[in-house]
């Protein structure tokens, strides 16, 4: 399964980025994903920052609750993060990735079995 991430790019502390993450799947087998966004920043290990559940639930690393928030449409076979109040420290290449589930499992990490799309890297300057 192919995922296509963009949006990354060069911001500002205080600015805002939305990522996007496009599967190249049907729109019913991606409402069968469990969606999340990993990121890793330099020399450090890839860690979970929004999960987004089947059925539309979310969760989040507690070092983004409140600026990051992640979304889906099915429809469009699209995951988005929202990124808002950056800071230099969520500087580091993003990724997201695709698990199928079933409708009760939202579990999502970076040594599961995941589709994985190719990265995009979020530079924040302070």
């Known amino acids: 399964v192919q995922l296509q991430a963009s949006g990354g790019g060069l911001v500002q502390a205080g600015g805002s980025l939305r990522l996007s993450c496009t599967a190249g799947v049907s729109g019913g087998t991606f409402s069968r994903y469990t969606l999340g966004w990993f990121r890793q920043p330099p020399g450090k290990e890839r860690e979970l920052v929004a999960a987004?559940?089947?059925?539309?639930?979310?969760d989040y690393a507690d070092s983004v609750k409140g600026r990051l928030t992640t979304s889906r449409d099915n429809a469009k076979k699209t995951v988005y993060l929202q990124m808002n109040s950056l800071k230099p420290e969520d500087t580091a290449v993003y990724y997201c990735?695709?698990?199928?589930?079933?409708?009760?499992?939202?579990?999502?990490?970076?040594?599961?079995?995941?589709?994985w799309g190719q990265g995009t890297l979020v530079t924040v300057s302070s």
């Open positions: 990735a695709a698990r199928s589930t079933i409708l009760s499992d939202c579990s999502i990490t970076a040594k599961q079995n995941n589709y």
């Open positions: 987004i559940c089947r059925s539309g639930d979310t």
